[in-house]
């Protein structure tokens, strides 16, 4: 702690700038004196003739012995009002250093020497980790599920809510009662002891026989990688189950020895049906067979894709991140059922959803991974292309590529680099700490942690602390409202997070009805776009609406109509669900189209207007109706 300085102390710390003080007071002193005797001595002397003299005297004066004297024995009283100034600036830096470093010291304190000790109740058990090691298909979540069916009281942990419903309805229909929790859904079954949920869901509190892990070579992820490794630290399970890629083997086993656990079992896996490479490729679209998942890496790139096969009359299923959930189980469904014979998807399709198909085709190699566009991961290419030759419909799987299939290639034969580090998100116990959250939050970045640890990245949540601490001080109501998942990138979602959680903040427990009403004119405009492509979009952004609104009733609802509009929320977001649904089975998505002369666009086209009508632009020529103009001639003269 910086110990602070008296004022004496602080006037001979700080002497250069009290002697600049003093020069000004002994300066403006004799100013005010020789204009008083001078106005004396001649009361008729014209101001800018008095201001002349003034100048020369006081500049002669300065350079005087006489003025340097006058200085060096002012007393420190005739200046002390303008350093006291500086001296109390100085008070408020040292207390805001001092505030910071005892703020810094009680994150560091409070901060346990080793993070698994930040799990009190899991560390007092002796759990038994069982690891199921394997590519995709490989049945290695299929064998986890089995032990979780047969527990007396299980947790499943999805990395996506639509595996998570699919495993809740599976073990339902199985006769094992179970409910289903995620961020944005819930379907509490009455005495049910199982509960099948996404992972950010987990209850690290509650006891379980059986806990099963899935996808857990995602503890490295940047966003959600910190659930992963709170789960296994934290769970209170007697037998955890982990279903994982071969790369996640070595940080997984690291993670238990590290909790003094036990790893009684091993469960290898290999693919059960052979995954070769389609030496012909596939042109897009003359190649495109039944059967296929066209992988592209952007919502934009499925919806042109799509577009392009509604075109030529082949009927396609839509999967991406956007898609309400039930949209997307609605699209599987329909290629499930042969509706549909191709599914065009994005990366989504590669995180354990089960479709019957028979070749992958990467249309695209590159992703947008939230940073920069970057070529695909060998892991990522060999847990996509591994969603090809399910067991039990085909004998085979076939993977293959429009363009890059030396690369896809090369990527499915190399060995994925080993995961090195787990994710570790802001804990909520640091809430406990003394000061702003939000202080809290960048200490916590500073400090340094274990080897085994990586922290996330907490941008995007510090920044939302910092925006509601202007209406709040309560960080445990401020650490609930900057962890409610949304899209952080939309604007407007922004806006409505901002909204409610200014409400929550004056208000505590708030009624949303009004929010819900103000959706329901947002639909109605929504569903009347007459251009398919932006309606989608509106739809999907509509859907998003009501799923963070759904997560603050689900969180800060009012006691007596919480339930009430929980169960109206569902609806509406089935009717939202329902209505892109049909408009994805319409056949009528907008295809790329050169804005000048419509001529159709390739979907991966990199730019808005065709060669053609680049090259006349800059020649000096428009396309106006049916006819090319050139400067030399208007418009008008063709309407």
Not at 154 to 163: F, G, H, M, S, W
Not at 414 to 426: V, Y
Request: proline letters at 3%; one cysteine or more; hydrophobic letters at 35%.
């Amino acid at each position: 702690m910086t110990e602070l300085m008296s004022f004496e102390e602080f006037l001979k710390e700080n002497e250069k700038t009290a002697k600049i003080y003093a020069k000004q007071y002994v300066e403006g002193e004799y100013r005010r004196k020789y204009r008083e005797e001078e106005r004396k001595k001649n009361p008729d002397l014209k101001k800018n003739q008095l201001n002349k003299m003034t100048v020369s005297a006081v500049e002669a004066f300065k350079k005087s012995p006489d003025f340097e004297k006058l200085v060096e024995k002012l007393p420190a009283e005739k200046i002390k009002n303008k350093m006291m100034v500086h001296y109390n600036h100085y008070c408020e830096e040292v207390e805001t250093l001092n505030e910071y470093e005892r703020m810094s010291e009680a994150v560091v304190t409070a901060i346990p020497e080793h993070i698994k000790d930040a799990y009190p109740k899991a560390r007092m058990m002796k759990r038994k980790f069982i690891l199921h090691i394997g590519p995709t298909n490989s049945g290695k979540t299929f064998t986890a599920l089995q032990k979780f069916r047969e527990a007396h009281e299980a947790a499943y942990l999805a990395p996506l809510r639509l595996l998570a419903l699919e495993v809740y309805e599976n073990t339902n229909a199985a006769g094992v009662e179970c409910s289903l929790l995620t961020g944005e859904e819930e379907a509490i079954v009455n005495g049910a002891s199982h509960v099948s949920e996404t992972i950010e869901m987990a209850d690290l509190g509650k006891h379980y026989d059986v806990a099963v892990i899935d996808e857990c070579q995602m503890i490295a992820d940047e966003s959600r990688g910190g659930a992963w490794t709170a789960a296994i630290l934290g769970l209170c399970a007697e037998e955890i189950h982990i279903c994982m890629a071969p790369n996640a083997e070595d940080i997984v086993k690291r993670l238990v020895e590290y909790c003094g656990d036990e790893i009684i079992e091993i469960d290898r896996k290999e693919r059960m049906t052979p995954l070769t490479l389609d030496e012909d490729g596939s042109r897009f679209p003359d190649g495109v067979k039944p059967g296929d998942a066209l992988i592209v890496f952007s919502k934009r790139s499925v919806i042109n894709v799509a577009a392009e096969l509604q075109a030529r009359k082949i009927a396609c299923s839509m999967i991406y991140g956007a898609l309400p959930y039930e949209t997307r189980k609605a699209e599987t469904e329909r290629f499930l059922s042969g509706e549909t014979q191709v599914v065009v998807a994005t990366d989504a399709i590669g995180r354990g959803l089960t479709l019957p198909v028979k070749r992958v085709v990467f249309l695209e190699t590159e992703k947008f991974d939230g940073y920069d566009v970057r070529l695909l991961k060998p892991e990522e290419v060999q847990q996509i292309a591994g969603r090809a030759g399910r067991k039990g419909i085909y004998d085979e799987g076939k993977f293959t590529a429009g363009k890059g299939r030396k690369f896809i290639r090369r990527s499915m034969s190399m060995k994925p680099e080993d995961i090195n580090f787990a994710r570790i998100r802001f804990p909520r116990f640091l809430t406990a700490v003394e000061g702003k959250l939000s202080d809290v939050m960048n200490k916590w970045d500073e400090v340094e942690t274990e080897s085994l640890f990586l922290k996330a990245d907490i941008e995007q949540q510090l920044k939302l602390c910092e925006w509601i601490e202007n209406y709040t001080d309560d960080k445990d109501l401020i650490y609930r409202l900057i962890n409610i998942p949304f899209n952080e990138k939309n604007d407007d979602m922004v806006l409505l997070w901002q909204t409610l959680a200014k409400r929550v903040a004056e208000e505590h427990t708030v009624d949303l009805t009004g929010e819900i009403e103000v959706l329901d004119i947002e639909k109605r405009r929504a569903v009347s776009i007459s251009d398919i492509n932006k309606r989608i979009q509106e739809l999907e952004w509509l859907y998003q609406k009501y799923d963070l609104i759904h997560n603050f009733v689900r969180l800060f609802g009012m006691p007596d109509t919480r339930e009430e509009q929980k169960e109206l929320i569902r609806k509406k977001k089935k009717e939202v669900s329902d209505t892109l649904t049909e408009v994805l089975k319409t056949k009528q998505l907008k295809r790329r189209q050169c804005p000048d002369c419509g001529r159709a666009l390739p979907y991966n086209y990199q730019y808005g207007i065709c060669e053609s009508c680049y090259s006349m632009r800059n020649r000096g020529y428009g396309y106006w109706g049916d006819e090319w103009f050139s400067d030399n001639k208007s418009k008008k003269e063709h309407v």
